[in-house]
């Protein structure tokens, strides 16, 4: 064990977890990100699955490592010098959505580092969890269950503000999809209100595709947590046969399997994704199945619907804006012709949604982003990058 490194182990007992786990950290400096281990095989879990929803009990933002060079000793070094003993370890890639393409569970992207055994990755369909080996440190792809592993988590504390991503404004573990950021609570299976209470603590809310690319982006993203059937935030409780979004809008899409069959049953209430059809259909209330939520990014819940303007002066810090507009107004490009082109340049015009909290209601809206150039001889020549919104 060299010094530096010890100084970042921490072993610490989790007296709040069933049977007082121990718990083995290491801090890296360098990302802001600690790495945790369970005490010998106590968690070891068979499923890939299981071992994301373990990281999750340790911590709401922690979920399978995934490790990148500048944390790959550290990493090491944690494993060999803990007691947590598991000849290898369950770590956050997969490829699952893109064969041999590795992912990561924070991000979506392929992954930028990788320290794979010498046949790994194997071009096998049947193998796409990443795992860690301890005696050689290499990594291998493995079935994602029917074998025991250890469980080794990544996880920020505290969680600092600037580590919300600026473009998604999605925290660490959640997945952005058309400017709202998606929660799998991968460790929660729980009834209808129970998988509500649980998003709109967050606060958010149930899901409730709006679109086919939508669902299509649930369907993806359900094959990372292992679970069949998600809670959709639909239900007929009020008057049977009457399926309504429970945040009051009409639905705006609906994808109920075609049969007909196990949708509108007088027993029935609550609607489900059932992911191997993609359907939705409906179940009692009573039932567990898995959550999911979603989550407004807290910059989006900061902007406004008023235009502002930038100018060149010397004191001025802001280099960016954005304006968000519902549907019925029009949002004209900087009124300067000058301050069109180099000097105040274009980088968004996109159609999004916009949840307000608190109250969930959503609105469609146009959402359009300015850039002012760095180039200061530009910023003398055009001083002023603004845009104004009129109501149509
Ligand atoms: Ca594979
Ligand atoms: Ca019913």
């Known amino acids: 064990m060299n010094g530096q490194t010890a100084s970042l182990l921490t072993f610490f007992v989790l007296s709040s977890l069933p049977g007082a786990m121990l718990v083995y950290t290491a801090y890296s400096p360098t990302t802001g990100y600690s790495f945790v281990v369970f005490e010998d095989s106590v968690d070891d879990t068979d499923s890939w699955f299981e071992a994301r929803a373990k990281c999750r009990v340790h911590s709401q933002y922690a979920d399978l490592a995934e490790i990148s060079a500048s944390d790959f000793t550290i990493v090491q070094d944690l494993l060999s010098n803990s007691q947590a003993s598991s000849s290898s370890y369950w770590i956050g890639i997969y490829d699952h959505l893109s064969e041999m393409n590795f992912k990561s569970l924070y991000t979506g992207a392929d992954i930028t580092f990788a320290n794979w055994d010498n046949d790994r ?9 990443g795992s860690w080996d301890t005696s050689n440190s290499y990594w291998k792809d493995e079935a994602c269950t029917g074998k025991k592993r250890g469980v080794l988590c990544r996880m920020l504390t505290p969680i600092p503000s600037s580590n919300i991503d600026p473009n998604t404004g999605c925290p660490p573990t959640m997945v952005p999809f058309d400017d709202v950021c998606y929660d799998f609570r991968v460790l929660m299976t729980g009834n209808f209100s129970s998988a509500r209470q649980a998003c709109e603590t967050l606060p958010g809310r149930m899901i409730i595709p709006e679109s086919q690319s939508e669902a299509d982006f649930v369907d993806l993203y359900t094959i990372l947590t292992g679970k069949a059937t998600f809670w959709l935030g639909i239900t007929d409780e009020e008057e049977d046969n009457d399926l309504r979004s429970i945040y009051g809008p009409n639905l705006s899409f609906e994808k109920w399997h075609p ?31 898995g959550v999911m939520c979603s989550f407004v990014p807290p910059l989006l819940q900061e902007e406004t619907t008023v235009a502002q303007s930038i100018t060149s002066t010397s004191e001025t810090t802001q280099d960016a804006f954005t304006i968000v507009a519902s549907t019925d107004h029009d949002v004209t490009s900087p009124t300067s012709s000058e301050a069109q082109g180099p000097y105040c340049k274009p980088v968004e015009r996109k159609a999004s949604t916009v949840m307000s909290l608190p109250g969930h209601t959503r609105e469609r809206s146009h959402r359009h982003a300015w850039q002012r150039s760095a180039d200061e001889s530009l910023h003398r020549a055009s001083p002023v990058c603004e845009a104004s919104v009129s109501g149509r």
């Open 259 to 289: 049969s007909g069959s196990g949708v509108v049953a007088s027993e029935t209430d609550c609607a489900y994704i059932d992911t191997s059809s993609g359907y939705w259909l409906t179940d009692h209330c009573d039932e567990p199945k």
């Open 121 to 129: 990755p194997k071009n096998d369909m049947n193998k796409n969890c």
